[in-house]
């Protein structure tokens, strides 16, 4: 596998702003047009559903091969590395969009770290009533998008994404016991998907947990409650989480040396990198690179 010293990190209309931020493709015809670059380990900057209507081989999301079943749906975050196999002749749909374009309540939030959730299985199978459903708002998603730039086209867009995602949601916690359902009128759980954010943008910066419950309006002893309420674990270790999951990938789909990942990661001393990966991981950054890049 030909590594670099960065993750190859790729956008949506990043230098059209003014287009819509939103794009529905056919998979077949989109992994024949994206060839070897798509089965590379990369990014995104933009959100990603995939959609196989068959079964036959596998995708990798960071550091997991799913073997693709047919009715197979994979939820691709923004800055998670993934990567299709070599076959080219896949069917299904593939949907783009930037953050920009699906963050505009609080719902979205849920759905984002629900469904959008790269420390929780990004695989679902869903089944044919199901599939039924789900065709019927891309149908209705893709007649919208041969009528851009009509008033509103936009927004019933959007509307559309947001229910094809509801649907979705609602399915998978139906058939699957342990996963916890989403409460809307919850303070707690709105609270911690908001702290969720702002480890996600400043988990570099190695801010304290009494930083985020200030940035919250809360008490880091509230915050410690909400977090082990929600997620049953502390706030110190979903920061920590974080920073592992950056380091992992930095690790294992580049070059960069472990220092300049320490630096990167906003470690000040290598040294301090070494141990803190160690405590977390068993093993040290050179022998988990080893181990997983062989």
Known sequence: MEKKNKIEQYHLHKAHPEKLQFELYDLNTYRKRSGKPAARPHSHSYYQIIWF??????HTVDFKTFDIKAGTLLFIAKDQVHAFDENLAVNGWLIHFNESFFMHSEVDIFLKYNIFNSNQNPCYEIDAKTAKIATSYILLMREELSKRGSFGYEAVIRFLLKAFLINLERMHQKGDEDVRTMNLN???????YKFKELVEEHFENHCTVHAYAEALNVSSKTLTTIAKTVAGKTP???I???????SQRLLRYTTLQIGEIAFRL?????????KFFK???GDSPNKY?????N
């Open 186 to 192: 919850s303070a707690y759980d709105l609270q911690f």
């Open 289 to 293: 690179r080893s181990m997983t890049t």
């Open 236 to 238: 110190s270790v979903i």
């Open 53 to 58: 209507f068959e079964e036959g081989g596998s």
């Open 279 to 281: 405590r977390h991981m």
């Open 266 to 274: 906003g470690f000040e001393d290598t040294s301090y990198f070494i």
């Open 240 to 246: 920590s989480e974080r920073l592992l999951l950056e």
